[in-house]
């Protein structure tokens, strides 16, 4: 296997039963399903969610032959007729070089997206999306919606500037990246009140749960600018615990099943979504595969709302 390029799946098992494709053989318009577990972990190299793609495809498998069935968060299938889903497997992870890990996600997003493709990332930690929104963000110009417990601007951490509490920040550095609305924050994460107030100096829009309570899920989706592509950036730590509880990142309080539906329609009535970044998962701290059967869900609407924008 070359390393620019993708793994089959864990265990042959693809996403929903889709066809596992190479990247270079993806049809244009296809969703295409994408695990990365893991660019740039901090200190040891450990991988956090490095099982997630795995167990992400593993429940979806139960799912696979009803894809025609009517979907009623997404007021119709799951996937609209002739709509193409793909699985390119998983983006190999070498654990004593992250400058790697980060260049082969990178080529592979600028591959899909060059090829008309609509990326659906099954991760890993929050670092995978960095390389990630960089060449969403080298391919057009883009609006980031996050919805996360934690607004990832620490400069760097353990002298690690790529790393998972460092997203939003590398991200808002891109040229490509427009606009960035941030949804769910809550309790005590890793920043400091300078990286709020850099967030807020950068143009970021920040809308944590007291806001979000307070204001609707109507306003959160109308802080999204009309007509510019969207990468949405789905952190299920955004959720609350009770409703995925394989997590680290331990913020009581979050956003349920049904404020993510509302919220991501409303988001997608406003502008097309050519991307969707599914993170943070964390299979050995789930109970009772709650959280795995939720996480493939919100992996399954984000593959309808791509399938939706790409045909719009």
């Known amino acids: 296997m070359r390393l620019d390029s993708p793994d089959r799946p864990a265990g042959g098992s693809a996403f929903l039963g889709s066809d596992i494709v190479a990247v270079d053989a993806v049809a244009k318009g ?105 060449a969403f963000a080298a391919h057009t110009d883009i609006t980031i919606v996050q919805i996360d417990a934690h607004i990832d601007w620490r400069d760097e951490v ?36 300078s990286d709020v107030a850099d967030a807020k100096a950068a143009g970021s829009q920040i809308i944590d749960m007291r806001t979000l309570r307070a204001k609707g899920l109507g306003h959160a989706s109308n802080c999204v600018p009309e007509g510019r592509p969207v990468v949405i950036c789905l952190d299920v730590d955004g959720l609350d615990p009770s409703v995925v509880p394989g997590i680290t990142g331990f913020a009581p309080g979050g956003l349920g099943y049904a404020d993510i539906v509302e919220l991501l329609n409303g988001v997608a009535a406003r502008a097309p979504i050519i991307g969707f970044n599914l993170v943070e998962f964390v299979p050995e701290n789930d109970i009772g595969a709650l959280g795995v059967r939720t996480v493939c869900r919100l992996a399954m609407l984000g593959a309808g709302l791509l399938a939706r924008s790409a045909k719009s």
């Open 158 to 193: 353990q002298g690690e500037r790529w790393g998972l509490s460092s997203t939003m920040r590398r991200a808002s550095e891109f040229a490509g990246v427009k606009a960035m609305v941030q949804i769910g924050a809550r309790g005590m994460g890793s920043a400091r009140p």
């Open 30 to 134: 296809a969703v295409v399903a994408i695990g990365i577990p893991g660019a740039t972990p901090y200190g040891s190299g450990a991988l956090l969610c490095g099982t997630a793609p795995a167990a992400i495809r593993a429940a979806s498998q139960r799912h696979g032959p009803n894809r025609a069935h009517y979907d009623f968060d997404l007021g119709g299938p799951l996937l609209p007729p002739e709509t193409r889903l793909l699985d390119s497997g998983d983006i190999a992870f070498d654990p004593s070089d992250f400058a790697a890990n980060r260049a082969r996600i990178e080529t592979t997003y600028a591959r899909l997206l060059s090829r008309g493709a609509a990326p659906l990332l099954l991760g890993g930690d929050d670092s995978v999306q960095i390389p990630a929104l960089a």
